[in-house]
């Protein structure tokens, strides 16, 4: 079979947008707080409920470290937040939980888009009105999933990823190298550990990522000792 050499030249690398999962926030200069402190909420254009954080009360001028919090399938930011608020004030988290623009997060019904700008939106209006020093995303079931994805694929906005049990991972692209906390129960009936957490884990090894693992006795759910061995996880190389 004769072999035909290209006519053209080689595909370009596509632009990375929403459509890829790729956030456009980036942290830039810290600035004055807000006298917005405790549930903040943040409204669409028009006046529809997308996001509600929690704001530590300010100690001096010392920045937060901002926590994206997102819920699990059919959830709520309110139940978002109730993953951390426990160590919220002790750890100075300033928690950010955005509403999916559906029943679940875009990637899992038609693929990114909506989602990540409705992200990049609160993001940029949070960054503008809080001194934040490091951000990291985490979620709950399908709220771990899509943070892992988003995390991996914007680890060069996000230092670490909590994912409390996560089904899966599925970035387009991947910057930086975040490091990873996966929790998991063995009696998870609705994600079984089986083929999401213990598949899922030795894979980020292989790829390269610094992942801690933690299985706990337990279902569907997100103890509150594995939400404070997260937090020393996290401060362990702040």
């Known amino acids: ?12 690398q596509p632009e990375e947008n929403s459509r890829h999962g790729r956030l456009m926030v980036r942290p830039g200069r810290l600035v004055a707080a807000s006298a917005r402190t405790g549930l903040v909420p943040f409204d669409g254009q028009a006046g529809e409920p997308i996001a509600l954080a929690y704001v530590p009360q300010p100690v001096g001028d010392h920045p937060y470290r901002l926590v994206l919090l997102l819920h ?18 002790e750890q100075r988290l300033l928690l950010v939980a955005p509403q999916s623009t559906a029943a679940t997060w875009d990637l899992i019904t038609s693929g990114f888009g909506p989602d990540v700008r409705r992200i990049d939106r609160v993001l940029q209006e949070i960054l503008a009105g809080y001194p934040v020093a490091g951000m990291l995303i985490g979620g709950f079931s399908d709220g771990a999933s899509y943070a892992l994805s988003i995390g991996l694929i914007n680890g060069d906005v996000f230092d670490a990823v909590l994912a409390f049990s996560p089904g899966f991972a599925a970035p387009l692209v991947t910057h930086g190298r975040p490091r990873v906390y996966v929790s998991h129960g063995t009696g ?4 079984p550990v089986d083929p999401c957490s213990r598949r899922l884990v030795p894979r980020l090894r292989m790829l390269g990522y610094d992942v801690a693992y933690d299985e706990f006795d337990g279902g569907h759910e997100v103890p509150e000792s594995i939400v404070r061995r ?6 362990s190389r702040a």
């Open 1 to 12: 079979m004769p072999i035909t050499g290209e006519t053209v030249p080689p595909h370009r």
């Open 230 to 235: 997260s937090v020393r996880w996290l401060g």
């Open 188 to 191: 998870d009936a609705v994600l």
């Open 72 to 89: 699990g399938a059919g959830g709520s930011p309110r139940a978002a937040l109730e993953l951390m608020l426990p160590v919220a004030d």
